[in-house]
């Protein structure tokens, strides 16, 4: 039994060789996993930081390739617009203006006929431009812009390489708000607002002289406006200026160095400003865009400035107004015949600051004239004169007895400063017709 007993214990001996040799070998292989499996987790983390890495570069590169894109968008535009620009140049030479250009002059104001369909009118009224334009063609260029499909206007606007031709076609319908309203006003609104926008928005001109194809100009036309644009930019309560007198007649004038400030908006060859179209053209009426813009909710209290002697002689008497009161009141239009030079001429009087006074020491100096019969007493007074009216009727009465217009628009009498119109009266005095507040307005 003990010999059993000590056998057995030598064998164990040996079985807890090999079992600890087996540990150990577990042990190993264990570790050597385990180093296996941190060096088989650390490359699938470098792994997955590359991948990551890659991911950001790819992603950038696809962001430059959109900026590239997008580039390459902007770049077609600007070529487009660059051909667009040099082909106006181009155009702008070939007719003489490209000078403008080479000497790096900016223009005082384009010059704009606005035409439709008298070929005639249209050549008379370029030939009387030229005339006095073509030495300053890069201070004023010309334009004539048609409205509608005559050939033989558009003809007559190709042939001269002095202008750039620009043609509206607008062939949507057009309703009368009122029966028996012509359309020509219509089309006539819409025309303006379509030349304008392109002469101030595609063109991008400062100043714009509108004329009409019916139109000649005075010697010292540009010159007047040259100057007078100077005040349109320091004075924002002068909303436009312009070349025409309503009571301009020949009778009714001496002097050609005067100015004035009206309330009134004179029309018929006149300038105004970009910014002032930029109120303008959103709100711009379907038709009877003058008296529109007479209206003092259009105006807001702003003024025009317009000489005593006209700058410009209408003599359409064939037109959409069918003639009206051409014999009366245009065709004895005085045209203004002495070059003025303006450049020397002294023009801050008519600042808003100092007008008032200027033209309230005119009225105050004027010899008042009361009684129904003031105007036979005007006939013999040799100074100027003030003779006051109560109301628009008692203004028309006078108006009619002198021979002057009797128009009212929103209260306000054609040519009127504060309510006073005035007009010359047998050569040089003046007559002056003041409203019932216009001198508490004057400060008389």
Known sequence: MMRISCDFRYLLLPAAVVFIYVQMRLFSTQSEYADRLAAAMESENHCTSQM???????????????????????????DQECAQMRALV?????????????????????????????????ERTVESILKYQSSIASKFPLFVSQDG??????????????????????????????????IAYYKIARHYKWALDQLFYRHNFSQVIILEDDMEIAPDFFD??????????????????????????????????????SDFFPGLGWMLSKSTWDELSPKWPKAYWDDWLRLKENHKGRQFIRPEVCR?????????????????YLEPIKLNDVLVDWKSMDLSYLMEDKYVKHFADMVKNARPVYGTDAVLKAHNINSDVRIEYA?????????????????????????????VVVFRYQTSRRIFLVGPKSLQQLGI
């Open 52 to 78: 990551r890495l890659l991911i950001d570069q790819i992603s950038m590169q696809q962001g430059r390739i959109v900026d590239l894109e997008a580039f390459s968008e902007e770049r077609k535009r600007l």
């Open 312 to 328: 410009t002689y209408n003599f359409g008497e064939h037109g959409s107004s069918l003639g009206q009161f051409f014999k009366q």
């Open 224 to 261: 007047y406006f040259d100057a007078a644009a100077a005040l349109l930019n320091r004075d924002k309560s002068i909303m436009a200026v312009s070349s025409w007198n309503d009571n301009g007649q020949k009778q009714f004038v001496h002097d050609p160095y005067a100015l004035y400030r």
């Open 149 to 182: 499909e005559d050939a033989s206007v558009k003809s007559k606007a190709l042939s001269y390489n002095q202008l750039t031709y620009m043609q509206h076609l607008d062939y949507s319908p057009v309703h009368p708000e009122r029966p028996g309203e012509l």
């Open 391 to 419: 109301n628009q009727e008692d203004f028309e009465h006078l108006a009619r007895q002198f021979g002057i217009f009797e128009e009212w628009k929103d209260g306000v009498p054609r040519t009127a400063y504060k309510g």
């Open 90 to 122: 181009q155009d702008l030479e070939r007719k003489g203006v490209g000078k403008m250009i080479d000497k790096v002059q900016v223009p005082v104001a384009a010059v704009v006929v606005m035409a439709c369909n008298r070929a005639d009118y249209l």
